[in-house]
């Protein structure tokens, strides 16, 4: 089966667009957060789309901001390509990934998720 493969900066613009899809009251209260870019997850979970790695801002005290590292998303552009075919199945599953990740960063869990049609 071909996969489907965008340039790197077509790839980022499309973590982009995606991120611009995020109503404008949450992305407000997105502060601290990097969104990355890579080609491949570790090698303990190779297929993996998507990872935030932080303090979810339900589980922050009124101290948490001060000095905090940010927190991170990551996209992985390998995984991601090699599960589509299309150009627009690539966008959607980016789009996807991009808010399952962020919705983590608000305290959404994966059940929860599922239960609102993401996952």
Do not use: K
Not at 20 to 27: F, Q, R, S, T, V
Not at 57 to 82: E, F, H, K, N
Not at 108 to 114: A, S
């Amino acid at each position: 089966m071909d996969h489907l493969r965008l340039s790197d900066a077509e790839f980022e613009d499309a973590v982009g667009d995606a991120l611009d899809l995020i109503p404008d009251e949450l992305a407000r209260l997105m502060r601290n957060v990097a969104v990355l870019v890579e080609d491949e997850p570790s090698s303990d979970d190779p297929e993996l789309l998507g990872l935030y790695e932080g303090t979810p801002l339900t589980a922050r005290d009124s101290w948490w901001d001060a000095g905090s590292m940010p927190d991170r998303i990551t996209v992985y552009q390998g995984p991601l390509q090699r599960m589509c075919t299309t150009r627009d199945e690539l966008l959607d599953e980016i789009a996807v990934t991009v808010v399952h990740e962020v919705a983590h960063h608000f305290g959404i869990d994966d059940d929860r998720l599922h239960e609102l049609g993401w996952g």
